[in-house]
C-alpha cells in the first residue's frame, strides 16, 4: 500500500509545471479581473495614486452610463449579425471545402491547396486595399453587406476541416453513397457529425475574431456610425474619457464588449480541448 502511495505522489516536476500553469493563467486573467474591478470603481477610485485594486462600495452606474453615451444595443446587435453570418458561412464553406480537398481526386488539387493555405501566410493588411475596391465597385461599401461578404470564406477553417475530414473513413461515406445519399447529405449528415470538436473549434475562432476585428469594419463604413460594431463604438468612449474621469465608463463598456466571446467559449470549451486533442 506504501508503495502504491509513493507511486501516485506528484514528482517535482509535475509541481513545477503546475505552477507554471498557474502563473501563467494569472497573467492572462488580470487584465480582464482589473477592468471588471475598475468598472465598478467610482472615479474618484479610479483616479487614486496608487491605484485602488477593489472599489470601497460597487456600483454598477457606469453600466447605466454607457447606454448615453453610444447606442449600445445597436452596436451589439450589430456586432452580433457580423459576427455570427460571417462564422456560419465560414463553417459552411470549409465544410465543403475540405470535403473535397480530402476525399476528391482531381487534377490540380494538391497545387490548388498549397496556393490556398499560402494566402494564410498575407498580412491581412496587404489586402485592404484589393478588398476594399472590389467591394466598393460591387456597391457594397458603407453597409454591414460589404463587411461579412468577404469573409464568407477562411484558409484557415478550409484547411482545418481537411485535416479532420481527411480522418474519416472512406467506408463510411461509400456506405452513404450506396444508400442514395447526395454529396451535400453526405457532408452535412455524414461528415458534420463525424468532425464536431472541429467545427467547434472553428466556429469560437471566428465568432471571436469577427466580434473583434476593427480595421476592416472602420474602413467599410466609411463614418456610418449607425452600423458601427462594438468595438468601433468604444473608440467614442475613450474619447468621452476626459481626464481619466470616465475611465468606469470605459471599462464597463470594454466588459460589456468581451462578454460574448466568454460565453461562447464557456460552452464550447470541451469541443475545444476535444479539437486539440484529436489534431
Given at each position: 500500500?506504501?508503495?502504491?502511495?509513493?507511486?501516485?505522489?506528484?514528482?517535482?516536476?509535475?509541481?513545477?509545471?503546475?505552477?507554471?500553469?498557474?502563473?501563467?493563467?494569472?497573467v492572462a486573467?488580470?487584465?480582464l479581473?482589473?477592468?471588471?474591478l475598475?468598472?465598478l470603481?467610482?472615479?474618484?477610485?479610479?483616479?487614486?495614486?496608487?491605484?485602488?485594486?477593489?472599489?470601497?462600495?460597487p456600483?454598477?452606474?457606469?453600466?447605466?452610463?454607457?447606454?448615453g453615451?453610444?447606442?449600445?444595443?445597436?452596436?451589439?446587435?450589430?456586432?452580433?449579425?457580423?459576427?455570427?453570418t460571417?462564422?456560419?458561412?465560414?463553417?459552411?464553406?470549409?465544410?465543403?471545402?475540405?470535403?473535397?480537398f480530402?476525399?476528391?481526386r482531381?487534377?490540380?488539387?494538391?497545387?490548388?491547396?498549397?496556393?490556398m493555405i499560402?494566402?494564410?501566410?498575407?498580412?491581412?493588411?496587404v489586402?485592404?486595399?484589393?478588398?476594399?475596391?472590389?467591394?466598393?465597385?460591387i456597391?457594397?461599401n458603407?453597409?454591414l453587406?460589404?463587411?461579412?461578404?468577404?469573409?464568407?470564406?477562411?484558409a484557415?477553417?478550409?484547411f482545418?476541416?481537411?485535416?479532420?475530414?481527411?480522418?474519416?473513413?472512406?467506408d463510411?461515406?461509400?456506405?452513404a453513397?450506396?444508400?442514395?445519399?447526395?454529396?451535400?447529405r453526405?457532408?452535412?449528415?455524414?461528415?458534420?457529425?463525424?468532425?464536431?470538436?472541429?467545427?467547434?473549434?472553428?466556429?469560437?475562432?471566428?465568432?471571436?475574431?469577427?466580434?473583434?476585428?476593427?480595421?476592416?469594419?472602420?474602413?467599410?463604413?466609411?463614418?456610418n456610425?449607425?452600423?458601427?460594431?462594438i468595438?468601433?463604438?468604444?473608440?467614442?468612449?475613450?474619447?468621452?474619457?476626459r481626464?481619466?474621469?470616465n475611465?468606469?465608463?470605459?471599462m464597463?463598456?470594454?466588459?460589456?464588449?468581451?462578454?460574448?466571446?466568454?460565453?461562447l467559449?464557456?460552452?464550447?470549451?470541451?469541443?475545444?480541448?476535444?479539437?486539440?486533442?484529436?489534431?
Amino acid at each position: 500500500m506504501s508503495v502504491i502511495f509513493r507511486s501516485a505522489r506528484p514528482s517535482t516536476t509535475d509541481v513545477l509545471i503546475l505552477l507554471a500553469i498557474i502563473a501563467i493563467a494569472v497573467v492572462a486573467a488580470f487584465p480582464l479581473v482589473w477592468m471588471v474591478l475598475s468598472s465598478l470603481k467610482t472615479p474618484a477610485e479610479s483616479m487614486q495614486t496608487p491605484p485602488v485594486w477593489f472599489p470601497a462600495t460597487p456600483n454598477l452606474s457606469a453600466y447605466r452610463d454607457v447606454a448615453g453615451v453610444i447606442d449600445a444595443r445597436r452596436s451589439f446587435f450589430n456586432s452580433f449579425l457580423i459576427a455570427t453570418t460571417t462564422t456560419a458561412g465560414i463553417l459552411v464553406t470549409s465544410l465543403m471545402a475540405g470535403y473535397a480537398f480530402a476525399k476528391y481526386r482531381f487534377r490540380g488539387r494538391d497545387t490548388l491547396f498549397a496556393i490556398m493555405i499560402a494566402t494564410m501566410f498575407l498580412p491581412p493588411i496587404v489586402t485592404l486595399i484589393p478588398l476594399y475596391r472590389l467591394v466598393t465597385y460591387i456597391g457594397f461599401n458603407a453597409s454591414l453587406v460589404g463587411v461579412i461578404v468577404p469573409h464568407l470564406a477562411n484558409a484557415f477553417g478550409i484547411f482545418l476541416m481537411r485535416q479532420f475530414i481527411a480522418g474519416v473513413p472512406d467506408d463510411l461515406i461509400d456506405a452513404a453513397r450506396v444508400d442514395g445519399a447526395s454529396e451535400l447529405r453526405i457532408v452535412f449528415s455524414v461528415i458534420a457529425p463525424a468532425v464536431v470538436p472541429a467545427i467547434a473549434a472553428l466556429a469560437l475562432f471566428a465568432f471571436v475574431y469577427h466580434w473583434n476585428t476593427y480595421l476592416w469594419p472602420l474602413t467599410v463604413l466609411q463614418g456610418n456610425t449607425d452600423d458601427y460594431p462594438i468595438v468601433l463604438s468604444l473608440g467614442r468612449l475613450l474619447s468621452y474619457n476626459r481626464g481619466a474621469v470616465n475611465t468606469g465608463l470605459v471599462m464597463a463598456g470594454a466588459t460589456l464588449a468581451v462578454l460574448p466571446p466568454v460565453v461562447l467559449f464557456v460552452f464550447l470549451q470541451r469541443f475545444f480541448v476535444d479539437s486539440i486533442v484529436s489534431a
